[in-house]
């Protein structure tokens, strides 16, 4: 079964700490992978996707078939980034599956 | 051009009542997703229609239907309606198959 797992709910970090956003998925195939972001009162909006190999924001991700992973990482963290971060996955003729999703919240 | 929208934005129903939510892609788009999001649950998978056909179906009840008509609008309908069903429903629509989807900005469903 296809499945996207993101195993913290809430990441609180210091403004200028690396950040690490994890995700692991299933899925019997070669899936697209994308993270997606939602900031306060704003609409989801995709933050990269790993076809891209783009780093967006700061943000980068690298997919890791070996260990079904597409963690999110960032050097050096923002307020700014302070959001709802989701994890998707997406295969051959599905529609985007996603995770529960990650709160970070970066104080100063 | 025009992002997707979703109408209404807020409704407030009561149990055992029916709903209808309407989605207007982004013109060109054929597909339209749909997505409950809740505290607990997050972003799950409702149904995703593609050229008036219903293409994929996620984990939930008879009572969640959904449509796509010609012009690639869709609306989904909930009947009998639970208190459980109060969640945000989110929107979205794709070019082509594995591309970005866009969302909009939600329906915001209270059931008391």
Known sequence: AQRVTQPEKLLSVFKGAPVELKCNYSYSGSPELFWYVQYSRQRLQLLLRHISRESIKGFTADLNKGETSFHLKKPFAQEEDSAMYYCALSGTGTALIFGKGTTLSVSS | ?112
């Open chain 2, 1 to 112: 051009k025009a992002g997707v929208t979703q109408t209404p934005r807020y409704l407030i129903k009561t149990r055992g009542q029916q709903v209808t939510l309407s989605c207007s892609p982004i013109s060109g788009h054929r597909s339209v997703s749909w997505y409950q999001q809740t505290p607990g649950q997050g972003l799950q998978f409702l149904f995703e229609y593609f050229s008036e056909t219903q293409r994929n179906k996620g984990n939930f009840p008879g009572r969640f239907s959904g449509r796509q008509f010609s012009n690639s609008r869709s609306e989904m309908n909930v009947s009998t309606l639970e208190l459980g069903d109060s969640a945000l429903y989110l929107c979205a629509s794709q070019g082509d198959p594995n591309t970005e989807a866009f969302f909009g900005q939600g329906t915001r469903l209270t059931v008391v």
